[in-house]
């Protein structure tokens, strides 16, 4: 059974820093393209950073310079390190792990991130 179970998502000021992981279970983790999305309310979903299997990582502009996407291919742990935050940045944060060869596409069950003036 394929779980990808975030946390770290809280409640922080404005300028603060925040540090999400999504644990991954029942997949070859390493194999995976791994990303996070987020969804504001009332909002579609939006792609926030993406991971290759060889560590290449891609941003969207709203949130380059600002968070930092990773992975650990031994702990099964994908990461986003979040600084700088803005009131704009608040979401639930999805975890999504996809290997296009298979058409496999996971999903995570989110994590809130409130970013407060």
């Known amino acids: 059974q394929v779980q990808l179970v975030e946390s770290g998502g809280g409640l922080v000021q404005t300028g603060g820093s925040l540090s999400l992981s999504c644990a991954a279970s029942?997949?070859?983790?390493?194999?995976?393209?791994m990303a996070w999305y987020r969804q504001a309310p009332g909002k579609e979903r939006e792609l926030v950073a993406t991971?290759?299997?060889?560590?290449?990582?891609m941003y969207a502009d709203s949130v380059k310079g600002r968070f930092t996407i990773s992975r650990d291919n031994i702990k099964n742990t994908l990461f986003l390190q979040m600084n700088s935050l803005r009131p704009e940045d608040t979401a639930v944060y999805y975890c999504?792990?996809?290997?296009?060869?298979?058409?496999?596409?996971?999903w995570g069950q989110g994590t809130q991130v409130t970013v407060f003036l």
């Open positions: 991971i290759s299997t060889g560590g290449i990582t």
């Open positions: 999504n792990a996809k290997y296009s060869i298979w058409k496999s596409d996971y």
């Open positions: 029942g997949i070859n983790f390493g194999i995976y393209s």
